[in-house]
């Protein structure tokens, strides 16, 4: 069964940081191209990352480019989002995705496998 499980959520004030997980199971985890979407109470899904199935590339969105960091440790079937300096306005629920595609695709919302999402809350 493909799992992707999330963790590392949780209230944090503006200015705060966190560090998000995303254990994979049931699936070649490292053929794969993950990223890292998030949806805002009330708002659709928002492309925030994206790292290449043996973490060569790496791509973010320009509203979180120079704060947040994603890495994956293929060994432990485990990518990583650091938030740091997080905004009032990135509460929502994040989610991680996989996408056994070309990486030109990186940036789409396109996934093959999505978990459960973890939520991150940001407020004073």
């Known amino acids: 069964e493909v799992q992707l499980v999330e963790s590392g959520g949780g209230l944090v004030q503006p200015g705060g940081s966190l560090r998000l997980s995303c254990v994979a199971s049931?699936?070649?985890?490292?053929?794969?191209?993950v990223k890292w979407v998030r949806q805002a109470p009330g708002k659709g899904l928002e492309w925030v990352s994206s790292?290449?199935?043996?973490?060569?590339?790496?791509d973010y969105a320009d509203s979180v480019k120079g704060r947040f960091t994603i890495t994956r440790d293929n060994a432990k079937d485990t990518v990583y989002l650091q938030l740091n300096s997080l905004k009032n306005e990135e509460t929502a629920m994040y989610y991680c995705a996989t996408h056994q595609s070309s990486w030109s695709s990186r940036r789409s919302l396109e996934y093959d496998y999505r978990g459960q999402g973890t939520q991150v809350t940001v407020s004073s």
């Open positions: 790292i290449s199935p043996y973490g060569s590339s790496t």
């Open positions: 049931g699936f070649t985890f490292a053929n794969y191209q």
